[in-house]
């Protein structure tokens, strides 16, 4: 009791102590679980873009170009694929240059409208000559 005949109640040091942890603790779990939901999204959504030389001969120097990115694949064999994941934008447009057996330097495009998250595949088929398709598939 106080001089004046009044309670003053003032919660002791240890207890203030303690509920800080319990924040500390329950704002670090929270955390916790929201960056390894946005993991697990980011891991799903993506496009892999695969680049499949049917070629009779060695597609030399493959790049793959999305926007602000250059992605170095090298060169593929005959018969062989290179993939890589990307994280497509709305209305982005993928290419591949390629240097093919004669020396000729080709590079095609792919354009689509990408919706956030998508993912699938996008397929690059280089024939003798010439880009077969670009087929892209989308998983249900």
Known sequence: MSEAGTSTHETPPSDLGRWFSIILVSLAVVLSIVAVGLTIVHSQSGLFVV??????????????????????????????????????????????????????????????EFQPNFHGELEFRLLDGAVGCANLTEPP
Request: aromatic share 4%.
């Open 51 to 112: 680049v499949a030389n049917h070629q009779s001969s060695v597609a030399k120097d493959v790049v793959v170009f999305v926007v602000g990115e250059t992605i170095k694949l090298g060169d593929i064999s005959s018969n062989e694929q290179r993939r890589v994941k990307i994280h497509p934008i709305s209305g982005q447009q993928i290419e591949i240059e390629f240097t093919d057996g004669s020396g000729k330097r080709d590079r095609h495009s792919f354009e689509h």
